[in-house]
């Protein structure tokens, strides 16, 4: 089901790990956004789910805009940019308190909607440009299983730092705090993505300059 001579492959590593790093920082992060807003803002679901909208809407938008930078960027910078973007959104995200309102996390939601679009762009592009044609859809499925796993486990983590911060008699603080943990921890989770890609675009590099050079 795997070829695992792949793993040598340094576009491939980056595209799996690009997408474990995708659950687990910002699929993993959104999806506890709509439990932040009702807990520690006080948000109805229904209120809660459209504020989400901001972030995936920008994120489909920005996906389908991005078809445009496959003749201008390298899949692997791509990706690195993306999960950067994202990081930055997640940034403008921190701060957060129980007296906030929801406009507060709309600047932030906007940025990382559409890094969260120019990822998922170059994931699928690097994810199938990685592997020779008759394995591209082996290089997707492990880009797939990679995302998922890596938001199942997302979901987890943040759910346990949003809730390992206990207050007496202020729940909704406890749960900003809590929210606030979580993002560090997913801006970490952005920029170790970033340089996975950085370093795969330069082994790449290298590998088709030492070809060149035996070729010479």
């Given at each position: 089901?795997?070829?695992?001579?792949?793993?040598?492959?340094?576009?491939?590593?980056?595209?799996?790990?690009?997408?474990?790093?995708?659950?687990?920082?910002?699929?993993?992060?959104?999806?506890?956004?709509?439990?932040?807003?009702?807990?520690?803002?006080?948000?109805?679901?229904?209120?809660?789910?459209?504020?989400?909208?901001?972030?995936?809407?920008?994120?489909?938008?920005?996906?389908?805009?991005?078809?445009?930078?496959?003749?201008?960027?390298?899949?692997?910078?791509?990706?690195?940019?993306?999960?950067?973007?994202?990081?930055?959104?997640?940034?403008?995200?921190?701060?957060?308190?129980?007296?906030?309102?929801?406009?507060?996390?709309?600047?932030?939601?906007?940025?990382?909607?559409?890094?969260?679009?120019?990822?998922?762009?170059?994931?699928?592009?690097?994810?199938?440009s990685s592997v020779p044609?008759?394995?591209?859809?082996?290089?997707?499925?492990?880009?797939?299983?990679?995302?998922?796993?890596?938001?199942?486990l997302g979901i987890a983590?943040?759910?346990?730092?949003?809730?390992?911060?206990?207050?007496?008699?202020?729940?909704?603080?406890?749960?900003?705090?809590?929210?606030?943990?979580?993002?560090?921890?997913?801006?970490?989770?952005?920029?170790?993505?970033?340089?996975?890609?950085?370093?795969?675009?330069?082994?790449?590099?290298?590998?088709?300059?030492?070809?060149?050079?035996?070729?010479?």
């Amino acid at each position: 089901m795997l070829d695992l001579a792949l793993f040598r492959t340094p576009g491939f590593v980056a595209a799996g790990a690009g997408a474990l790093f995708t659950g687990l920082s910002l699929v993993g992060l959104m999806s506890c956004v709509p439990l932040i807003l009702e807990r520690a803002l006080g948000l109805t679901p229904l209120a809660a789910g459209l504020v989400l909208a901001i972030w995936s809407g920008l994120s489909v938008v920005a996906a389908l805009q991005a078809r445009h930078l496959a003749t201008r960027l390298a899949p692997a910078s791509q990706l690195a940019i993306g999960l950067l973007t994202c990081g930055v959104g997640e940034a403008a995200l921190y701060g957060l308190s129980s007296g906030d309102g929801w406009v507060r996390l709309a600047p932030g939601l906007v940025v990382a909607g559409i890094g969260s679009g120019v990822l998922n762009a170059g994931l699928a592009r690097l994810a199938v440009s990685s592997v020779p044609a008759h394995r591209a859809a082996m290089g997707s499925g492990v880009n797939n299983t990679a995302r998922y796993l890596g938001s199942s486990l997302g979901i987890a983590i943040f759910l346990a730092v949003i809730n390992s911060v206990r207050s007496a008699g202020h729940p909704a603080a406890a749960v900003a705090t809590g929210a606030n943990h979580a993002i560090l921890v997913a801006i970490l989770m952005c920029v170790l993505g970033a340089a996975v890609a950085l370093w795969a675009r330069a082994a790449g590099a290298r590998r088709a300059g030492g070809g060149a050079d035996a070729g010479a």
